[in-house]
């Protein structure tokens, strides 16, 4: 869906308190979840994203009823797996869909997914998954563009993951759950999604072992329950606001938060020169009235420097004084933001998945987001010069943000809402 461009007129400082919604990396993967209970589950905490509703859209397709029973809290009922499949037209708009193949396979034996296919940055792979699958016990094959998995018996035996991949994870994970086998994953991801993941389906009755360390060992049970979860704060959210703070050397408070989970951004943002105080579940971020250190900075899996904070980082360091080496091995491609932050006036020198930023002053321009943390570090630009930034490619904010325009408004931030930004997912 094209949405009217945003307009940002920044160069102002910012100041208040926001509130950070919950995550959208994993509460996608807990609905996802659900389809492994016949029975009614309620979550709480989730956002109110296009993403929400594109994974919504596939659960409807496999048998889920779903109903929101208040502004950010779901219920959701699989009493049978209608459709095994997962079609190209429901997984092409979203990776992350990819992931359904599990609990669909569990539950029902067989499961046909489509391909994912590449993004805005890249190809993205999912031959871990695939190779867990089939480590596992389940036969899975390729045949115009879709995956078929089937299983005999429960899956069961050992997967040494060849990369630390979330998604991967989950699925072997959500493949492992039902029956009477045991499942052992090792060099499994411990990123927060998973632990998330899994808290809540050992709420519903599962027996997964080893949350948030590389070895997970899943105990199949003969069902799950039903039960009521809230999910985690955002801290990719969270930390696209301490970079928004940051960027327009503000004082900002930000609640909901979860300080441990956001201990790499932190570290970093004190390097900067940035004050970061946590008590509790809020976290302050003082920029104001000061000079910042440029830094280095190399994504890594958690709990390292996310890849999905990184093109915010970008945004931030053009604006600070001096020489800035950011990479992304994570995700080499994941460079969308850079002709556009040129636009800026930013100095950017890409090598392979190195930016060199010579920091100074942006100024307006327009500008177009290709995909949503793009969309991010744009706004922020965006916010740090005076004038009209606009920024077309609205969409991929709404994929994970929720009322973005909104919420900084509260913050004394100038950004008009173009028609379209709060549409709801449903
Ligand atoms: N990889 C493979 N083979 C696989 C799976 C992954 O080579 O079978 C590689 C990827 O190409 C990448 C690395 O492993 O280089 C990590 O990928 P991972 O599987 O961990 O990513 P994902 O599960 O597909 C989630 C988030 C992404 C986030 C990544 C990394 C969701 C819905 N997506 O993707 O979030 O960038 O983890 O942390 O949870 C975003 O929110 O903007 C976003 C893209």
């Not at 899975?140 to 997967?159: I, K, M, P, W, Y």
């Not at 020198?349 to 949503?372: C, E, F, M, R, W």
């Not at 709404?398 to 900084?408: D, F, I, S």
Request: glycine fraction near 10%; include cysteine.
């Amino acid at each position: 869906m094209q949405l009217t461009p945003l307009h940002v007129q920044g160069g102002r400082e910012l100041s208040g308190e926001i509130a950070v919604q919950h995550s959208k990396n994993a509460a996608l993967p807990i609905i996802v979840a659900s389809l492994l209970s016949s029975e009614k589950v309620t979550l709480h905490g989730i956002p109110r994203l296009s993403d929400v509703a594109t994974i919504l859209d596939l659960l409807a397709h496999i048998g889920t009823r779903h109903a929101w029973i208040g502004e950010n809290s779901l219920e959701l009922h699989t009493p049978e797996i209608l459709n095994t499949d997962a079609p190209y037209a429901l997984v092409s708009k979203m990776r992350a869909s990819f992931i359904v193949m599990g609990p669909i396979l569990a539950r029902a034996g067989h499961a046909t997914v489509s391909m994912p296919g590449g993004c805005a940055w890249g190809p993205r792979p999912v031959d871990q998954h695939v190779k867990a699958l089939r480590a596992l016990g389940a036969q899975v094959s390729e045949d115009g563009g879709n995956f078929e998995a089937t299983r005999q018996g429960s899956l069961s035996g050992q997967f040494i993951f060849e990369l630390l991949t979330v998604g991967g994870t989950h699925n072997a994970i959500l493949a492992s759950v039902l029956g009477d086998g045991v499942v052992t994953l090792e060099n499994a991801s411990i990123d927060t999604d998973v632990v998330d993941m899994i808290e809540f389906l050992n709420s519903l009755g599962a027996d997964i072992q080893g949350a948030g360390t590389n070895t997970i060992t899943v105990r199949g049970v003969s069902a799950l329950r039903g039960g009521t979860y809230t999910v985690i704060p955002d801290r990719i959210e969270a930390g696209t606001f301490m970079m928004l703070a940051a960027a327009t050397r503000s004082r900002v408070t930000l609640t909901n938060v979860r300080p441990d989970h956001l201990r790499a951004v932190t570290g970093k943002l004190q390097e900067m020169g940035v004050d970061v105080t946590e008590q509790g579940s809020t976290l302050t971020v003082d920029a104001r009235d000061r000079t910042l250190n440029p830094v280095n900075i190399t994504t890594q899996s958690y709990p390292g420097f996310p890849t999905d904070l990184q093109p915010q980082m970008s945004a931030l360091l053009a604006t600070v004084p001096g020489t800035s080496v950011v990479q992304d091995p994570v995700y080499p491609d994941r460079l969308t933001h850079v002709a556009e932050l040129t636009r800026m006036g930013a100095n950017i020198t890409v090598s392979g998945y190195t930016q060199v930023i010579q920091g100074g002053a942006l100024h307006a321009a327009p500008v177009k987001a290709a995909d949503l943390r793009a969309g991010a570090a744009l706004f922020i630009a965006g916010l740090t010069c005076e004038g009209d930034t606009v920024i077309d490619g609205v969409q991929y904010l709404n994929r994970g943000y929720e009322r973005l325009a909104e919420r900084l408004r509260g913050l004394g931030a100038n950004v008009m809402q173009p028609e379209g930004l709060l549409a709801a997912a449903d």
